[in-house]
């Protein structure tokens, strides 16, 4: 399930490793794979950070915190230009008390973990929850969507650069 540098390791990790918290579209499996350059349709919940604990930590700290949560449905709200130079298009979501609720427990929960913590303006209060709409496959304003996975997402595993690893998918129970 781990690649190489969490398998049989002790807790803490000799290098920094990086991750990013999602709530996926769609189920996919752990261990799923993919270009940094194509993310599977999700919903950012906490933007990436660095830590020194192996990933199976990471993965109980984020299962743990999901624990309370049941799958949120959010609705889909407008098409809007995201990034420094608003050139990524997004589809946002209709404000959410779940879904809010769920960004803030898992900052919570992983703020004793992190070497830098969740340092974007977009937590907390700043939380914008979005899809990226890649190639125009984001779901369409007005549709609802249910967000019942939370993914770990293992960035830039030794040896493939550039390459994103689901670590862990946690399904959210009713």
């Known amino acids: 399930m781990h690649d190489d540098r969490s398998r049989g390791q002790a807790e803490s990790a000799q290098e920094p490793y990086s991750f990013v918290i999602?709530?996926?579209?769609d189920a996919l499996p752990p261990g799923h794979e993919f270009r940094a350059d194509a993310w599977p349709l999700h919903v950012t919940l906490v933007p990436p950070f660095t830590t020194e604990v192996a990933a199976s930590h990471v993965e109980r700290v984020v299962e743990q915190a999901c624990r309370p949560f049941s799958p949120v449905d959010a609705r889909m709200l407008a098409r809007e230009l995201y990034g420094r130079r608003r050139d990524v298009p997004v589809v946002t979501l209709e404000p959410s008390r779940a879904l809010h609720e769920l960004h803030v427990h898992l900052l919570d929960a992983?703020?004793?973990?992190?070497?830098?913590?969740?340092?974007?303006?977009?937590?907390?209060a700043g939380f914008r929850p979005?899809?990226?709409?890649?190639a125009g496959a984001a779901p369409r304003p007005g549709s609802l969507v249910r967000l019942s996975h939370v993914a770990v997402?293992?960035?830039d595993p030794a040896p493939a650069k550039g390459i994103r690893r689901l670590s862990a998918v946690i399904p959210l129970r009713p």
């Open 22 to 25: 999602v709530a996926l579209l």
């Open 110 to 124: 992983l703020e004793p973990v992190t070497i830098d913590g969740a340092r974007s303006r977009h937590v907390r």
């Open 130 to 134: 979005h899809v990226t709409d890649r």
């Open 153 to 155: 997402v293992e960035r």
